[in-house]
Nanobody, 124 residues
């Protein structure tokens, strides 16, 4: 099983932006659901944004709506997360998930492959 690889994390001042990337290689089909999740210290992993690839239909957690954008490049098996207007509440390890099927895209149980995560730290 090939693990997705995330990149683009780092430290950024509050109000700044970061763009996360995830390459999902080794699969002809990476959907129908792909998603970004995050886990902050001491908290459970939560969904951030999802994309239902047959229609490229996106959805977002309420806490990131209007600030984050999920997108994909199907030709290159890439998944992106553009994060703007970052706050300290966005500090977490961000995980890419792919090959989600058999349920709602926001349900982390449906995903077959996960990346190792990339750290995002937002400081004041």
């Amino acid at each position: 099983q090939v693990q997705p690889v995330e990149s683009g994390g780092g430290s950024v001042q509050a109000g700044g932006s970061l763009r996360l990337s995830c390459v999902v290689s080794g699969y002809r089909y990476t959907g129908p659901c792909m998603a970004w999740f995050r886990q902050a210290p001491g908290k459970e992993r939560e969904v951030v944004a999802t994309i239902y690839t047959p229609h490229d239909r996106t959805s977002y957690a309420e806490s990131v709506k209007g600030r984050f954008t999920i997108a994909r490049d199907s030709a290159r098996n890439l998944l992106y997360l553009q994060m703007n207007s970052l706050t300290s509440e966005d500090t977490a390890t961000y995980y890419c998930a792919a090959r989600g099927s058999g349920g709602y895209c926001y349900n982390q149980e449906i995903y077959a492959v996960w990346g190792q995560g990339t750290q995002v730290t937002v400081y004041s």
